[in-house]
């Protein structure tokens, strides 16, 4: 570790060195990136159930009569969308149409909303949203008081059963082990699963409680190495990596999530304006045709001999057993079935732009 | 962790055998478990040259790429080819069926430069 600031710990840290994790910086956290090890954690996931400390993420409420209006002029997706005890992905853009963040929020109340951000961008949005919120709400970071955990695979319903009556998206308030915390049917590994938010001082006993019900299935705790390779199998995108603020929703493939008939929201006029007048580029999954080292952010994405964009999330895919990634590449290179090649150390290996997601379900 | 007696080591966890005039190479049980799950590793091409201290190899592990140093000077005269197929062998067997490529020593004396079992033990705090 090269950092001399000091790294924020989850009330879950005893348990991670308990566990054997190995522990390594990530936003600004001390974070565990495997435990038994990210292929193992990832087939765990993908086959049974893993367990994972997303403690790291920020935890927003933004509640009272004002607050629908308010976050609808902020977010590019339209909360009059969902009612009481359902989610929506969406994206808190820029007036450049930059993607500043990507979250989730929940509808917990008709009037409170919970919002999930990324753990690198908790103070920015803070800042961020409490800057230009046009109306009076109730605003809170509530991210050092919370913790959460994701449990996540096929057998995960089977672990939590007090949940297994959630719907898809959905949140609740739940009880489990004596504690209360919000569970939501959400997760960013493509499996079924759920994510607890709960008060910190629960984690220890939410966490120790899952595995213990969970051995019978055959669940990993697991790090944050195997989320990369499972949400990139699914090309989900990382915000800092796949999404930034010179970024747009369009061009990232997210124009689904923004609303442009729910009125005015910040970034909306270039949003519209690059949605008339189309993407310069777009950001593609590709798979490796051939056998070669795994693909890793900022290599070259060539096509013919010329430069057509460049990685942004790459790995070896755990299920596939070959190269993966995301890139930005021309808009008009960008169709599903184009042959591209990948750069790495000044070699150049066949690729194929994908369909997304990478992973087709039933493979 | 594993530091077998009969071995010398370079400071960038490498091991080296010495079987004559031949140095068989590979990464100690230390480096396996610091990279972790081994997905592709890159061997030098057999009859090409390796300086010792210089990048010869590359092991890739799901989350990062890591140069491998050459320990000692030589020609490269055998690579493991088996490691295109179960690059994860050098996380199971590090010390023999992990080895990375052999190199014809050219200058002996570059072996005295190498750690002892020991002092590679202290240097890895184990």
Redesign the interface.
């Known amino acids: 570790m090269h950092s001399t600031q000091t790294l924020k710990r989850t009330p879950l840290y005893a348990a991670h060195l308990e566990w054997g994790a190995k522990m390594v910086p990530f936003g600004g956290w001390e974070m565990p990136v495997q435990y038994s090890g990210i292929l193992d954690e990832h087939a765990a996931v993908r086959e049974r159930v893993g367990l994972f400390d997303i403690s790291h993420m920020g935890e927003f409420l933004v509640a009272g009569p004002n607050a629908e209006a308010v976050l609808n002029e902020l977010l590019s997706n339209d909360l009059r969308k969902i009612t009481v005890g359902q989610a929506q992905y969406t994206l808190l853009c820029n007036e450049t149409g930059g993607i500043v963040d990507d979250l989730i929020a929940y509808r917990v109340e008709p009037s409170v909303f919970l919002l999930i951000v990324n753990a690198s961008n908790i103070e920015k949005d803070f800042t961020w949203m409490n800057a230009r919120a046009t109306k009076a709400v109730v605003f809170d970071n509530l991210s050092d008081k919370m913790a959460a955990l994701a449990l996540q695979g096929p057998s995960a319903a089977k672990v939590f059963t007090e949940a297994a009556t959630l719907t898809h998206f959905g949140i609740a308030r739940l009880g489990i082990f004596g504690r209360q915390s919000w569970v939501a049917r959400t997760g960013y590994t493509g499996e079924d699963g759920f994510e607890i938010m709960c008060d910190g001082a629960d984690a220890p006993a939410l966490w120790t409680g899952l595995l213990e019900r969970g051995k019978a299935f055959g669940i990993r705790p697991c790090g944050l190495g195997a989320r990369d390779t499972l949400r990139l199998e699914m090309c989900y995108p990382l915000h800092g990596n796949d999404i930034t603020e010179e970024s747009t929703p369009l061009e990232a493939g997210l124009g689904k999530f923004v609303s442009f008939d729910k009125g005015a929201f910040v970034g909306r006029d270039m949003l519209a304006a690059q949605k008339e007048k189309g993407v310069d580029r777009k950001l593609v999954a590709f798979k490796m045709a051939e056998k070669c080292p795994p693909p890793r952010p900022h290599y070259s994405i060539v096509m013919n001999g010329r430069k057509i964009g460049e990685i942004t999330s790459g790995t070896q895919s755990p299920t596939l057993g070959v190269g993966i990634g995301m890139g930005y590449v021309e808009a008009a290179e960008a169709r599903p079935g184009t042959p591209i090649q990948i750069e790495i150390r000044g070699k150049r290996f066949a690729a194929v732009i994908e369909k997304k997601p990478i992973l087709k379900r039933g493979q | 962790m594993n530091v077998p007696k009969n071995l010398r080591y370079a400071k960038t966890h490498e091991w080296v055998r010495v079987e004559g005039d031949i140095a068989v190479v590979g990464i100690t049980d230390h480096a396996q478990n610091e990279l ?2 081994v ?2 590793v ?1 061997t030098p091409t057999v009859g090409s040259r390796a300086e010792a201290g210089k990048e010869c190899a ?1 092991v ?4 990062a ?1 890591s140069d491998i140093y050459a320990p000692v000077s030589g020609d490269i005269v055998a690579v493991n080819e088996e490691l ?1 197929s179960a690059p994860e062998l050098l996380n199971q067997d590090p010390y023999t069926k992990g080895w990375l490529f052999k190199v014809k020593i050219s200058d002996p004396g570059e072996l005295n430069e190498l750690l002892s079992p020991d002092d590679y033990a202290h240097h890895i705090g184990a």
């Open positions: 972790t799950d997905v592709y890159e590359v890739e592990s799901v989350k790429a295109s």
